[in-house]
């Protein structure tokens, strides 16, 4: 007898998962130590295909968005961070799945269309790697790319303040405020064309820098 569970009892069993660690432990730790606080919520598009797009400054990043967004969010995560034990299994119930940076990772990408067409949002750091003060300087062309493989739209979220989590030297996270803003939908490309896909992106940059410049 197989023990396969048929493909839409996987996802929903993904998606319990993913409700459970967000309500019981994601959502506290961002309310409770951070103080964390969102606006913008009003944005998000309750059911379709949808991309966030965010600024990117500490590994707490990805569990923080999923506190923002009110329904579940899979994130293309560097592979690196699935060594770390904890971080793991908390990115891995939270819908994460690694990206190679090296290149153009196409499994990856294959992975952010599987779980739109799962009824996921799909979360994507856009410049690809962490900054200093959580601004955009150097965006990746990925979020378009996919954005125009699925004709999905794109929602910038930016996370303010979560470059100062982690002091240089000390691996206890500090108890500071947080603050989650969410901008105006993005439409997707229209097409996969280099200069249109750069179009976007540069809105996507642009809406994020604004969001973080007004905090």
């Known amino acids: 007898m197989s023990t396969n569970l048929p493909s839409q009892e996987i996802v929903k069993t993904k998606t319990t998962v993913y409700h459970l660690v967000r309500s019981f432990v994601v959502n506290p730790v961002f309310s409770l130590y951070f103080r964390g606080k969102v606006t913008g919520r009003e944005k998000i598009p309750p059911k379709g295909k949808l991309i966030i797009v965010s600024n990117h400054a500490s590994v707490f990043d990805p569990p923080l968005v999923s506190a923002a967004i009110t329904r579940p969010v899979s994130y293309m995560a560097k592979e690196e961070l699935f060594t770390k034990n904890g971080l793991k299994q908390l990115i891995t119930a939270l819908g994460a799945y690694p990206v190679n940076r090296e290149g153009v990772d196409r499994k990856a990408i294959r992975q952010a269309i599987s779980r739109l067409e799962e ?11 962490r900054t200093s003060d959580g601004k955009i ?25 979560t470059e100062k989590i982690l002091e240089s030297g000390k691996k206890f996270p500090r108890s500071i405020d947080i603050q989650i803003k969410i901008g105006d939908i993005i439409e997707p490309p229209v097409s996969g064309k280099k200069e249109v896909l750069e179009e976007v992106t540069r809105k996507c940059a642009d809406a994020l820098n604004f969001l973080h410049e007004t905090s």
Do not use: H, M, R
């Open 137 to 161: 300087y150097d965006p990746k062309l990925g979020a378009a790319l996919i954005a125009s493989k699925a004709q999905a739209p794109l929602l910038p979220v930016c996370l303010c303040g």
């Open 119 to 129: 009824g996921w949002a799909t979360g994507i750091f856009i410049e690809g790697t």
